[in-house]
């Protein structure tokens, strides 16, 4: 295609389930003029194979890097670095789109703003549910309707995440009322510009959260970029699996530390400064 609107940058490491039922939800976007990068924090043979076989009928890209610990940020670079977009939205492996999910990100892009969206996370049975048909996909949010209080028991969280609200519909005004103050990794974009400001993500985190969006969000705000919400206009479902984060406080006073000494352009990132 032509030059595409966008980069949509998803991060995986292992999880070829979860990213076959990803790339389905991308399939059914409504805006389509961009292009994929699959952002591998590893070098397996299972997800290789994969993406060789899927039938992706738009330009899809597979990065991949030695496995040798966590390295989601040196990966997060790299794709920024070979993407062809100005605009870069940014998803995990184990998040699934609504349909308007990139044309909300593309639609409302500016200059100067950083866009913050949210996920409700699934509980085991909705997550087996989502995953059995790619047509299960564009129906999620009656779904969601018709068994909230189940899944709320089940452990669902943030339900209210998971409806889109049309903002030229009757109830539009609702998204603008709603802020976020933090980015989240998973639901986030933001131009190419922004980010070289800033001079990537910081590779000196090397332990899951914090260094691959909060510790953005400050940068960004140092930098002169202001943080807006798409929540309940770029909508996502987390699928369920087993939470891995390691304890956080490390890349907390890390960030600390960082702040302190205003390093909101980063010494190790897109470039060693």
Same mark, same amino acid.
């Given at each position: ?17 979860? %990213? ?8 059914? #976007? ?11 924090? !590893? ?22 890097? @030695? ?11 790299? @794709? ?16 699934? &789109? ?16 950083? &866009? ?13 549910? %989502? ?36 903002? #030229? ?13 933090? %980015? ?8 190419? #510009? ?21 510790? &953005? ?5 140092? !930098? ?8 309940? &206009? !770029? ?17 907390? #006073?890390?960030?600390? @530390?960082?702040? !302190?000494?205003? %390093? ?10």
């Amino acid at each position: 295609m032509d030059r595409p609107l966008a980069s949509l940058i998803i991060s995986v490491y292992d999880r070829v389930d979860f %990213l076959e039922v990803v790339l389905d939800s991308v399939r059914l #976007q409504t805006e389509k003029r961009f292009e994929v990068i699959i952002s591998e924090d !590893a070098e397996r043979p299972a997800m290789r194979e994969f993406l060789q076989r899927y039938a992706y009928e738009g330009d899809l890209y597979h990065l991949t890097q @030695a496995d040798t610990g966590w390295r989601k940020n040196r990966a997060l670079n790299r @794709a920024v670095q070979f993407s062809h977009a100005d605009l870069l939205v940014f998803i995990d492996g184990d998040c699934v &789109l609504h349909p308007r999910f990139m044309e909300m990100h593309i639609g409302r892009a500016e200059d100067k703003a950083i &866009l913050a969206g949210k996920r409700i996370k699934l509980d085991p049975e909705s997550t087996r549910w %989502l995953m059995a048909d790619k047509g299960h996909i564009p129906g999620f949010q009656r779904h969601l309707a018709r068994h909230w209080f189940r899944m709320r028991r089940a452990g669902c969280q943030f339900l209210e995440e998971g409806f889109f609200i049309d903002p #030229q519909g009757p109830l539009g005004w609702v998204p603008r009322l709603r802020r976020m103050h933090q %980015l989240k990794g998973c639901n986030m974009s933001f131009s190419k #510009q922004a980010v070289i400001a800033i001079n990537g993500f910081d590779k000196d985190y090397v332990r899951p959260a914090i260094g691959e969006d909060i510790d &953005l969000t400050w940068r960004f705000q140092r !930098a002169g970029y202001t943080v807006k919400s798409v929540r309940n &206009l !770029a909508v996502q479902y987390h699928l369920h699996h087993k939470e891995t984060w390691a304890d956080q406080d490390e890349n907390l #006073q890390l960030m600390l @530390a960082k702040q !302190a000494a205003d %390093l909101y352009v980063c010494r190790h990132g897109l470039s060693q400064t």
